[in-house]
């Protein structure tokens, strides 16, 4: 009589078993702390390092008179000095804050113009067929092509400025967006319809949420956009009663030939640029990442 050999799929069973406890632990985040040295090393000093490099050939560039007339390359101390004085009379921050509210209000517009516009462009084939194109010539067009248009059509105001902005924002998030889309899975869309995600149910659960990195790196393109086309429509279509922006401040100090001026103005533009993305687009894209995996908190 045959004996029935029942060790072989207990052996197999355990194997399973350690293999699944295996890859849970390689699948594991151990949420520690970042050492401060780490930190220091890693996301401080670098960039630290960077901006004492500039400013040493900057001053380098001024002390050893490599540009022949002074007035053109202020130093640094001189850019400094103006800046520590517009703070003194209070017209620092009213500079700053008058160009980013500007800006982010009209990224804000763009956003709820430029998302449903992405998924209509994304979902239905003959609007894509339609405006697809358009929303890439439109993007590859520079933004400072709308100034003169929007003045004539709308004047010297704020509507002229949010019209520039959406003209520059709007297709860089659209096309974020159905880039994102077109990078789903049909399989993935498959699996939602059958589980009932159909209709606005499944672009908002099934859709938007698989095309998030698309559609942050379009987001982040769309806000570059908006803050260029700012800073082109401030430079260009000046007035006294929209006040006195970064795009107007770079203005005055050219037609004053006060290169301290403009270079306050360039270094103003450039910290917001920068602290925007640091404040809002960075740690959108890392939430995006480690969400999906893709990025692991040492």
Known sequence: MASTDTTTPAKDT????????????????????????????????????????????????????VVDDPSRLPSPSDVGQVLHQAWLRGELAGYVWTSVSRGLSGFLLALLIGTPLGLLVARVKVVRAAIGPILSGLQSLPSVAWVPPAVIWLGLNNSMMYAVILL?????IANGL????????????RAGRTLGATGLKGTWHIVLPA???GYVAGLKQGWAFSWRSLMAAEIIASFPDLGVGLGQLLEN???????AMVFEAILLILIVGIAIDLLLFSPLERWVLRSRGLLVKS
Request: glycine share 8%.
């Open 14 to 65: 355990g194997d399973l078993a350690g293999l699944e406890a295996g890859l849970d632990a390689l699948e594991t985040r151990h949420k520690t702390r970042t050492p401060f040295r780490q930190t220091l090393t890693e996301k401080i000093l670098p960039p630290a390092v960077a901006v004492l490099l500039v400013l040493a050939v900057w001053q380098a560039l001024v002390t050893f008179k």
């Open 168 to 172: 520059g924002a709007v297709p860089s």
């Open 178 to 189: 159905v880039s994102g889309v077109d990078q789903i899975s049909p399989l993935f869309l």
């Open 211 to 213: 095309a998030l990195p």
């Open 253 to 259: 100090g050219r037609n004053a030939s006060d290169m």
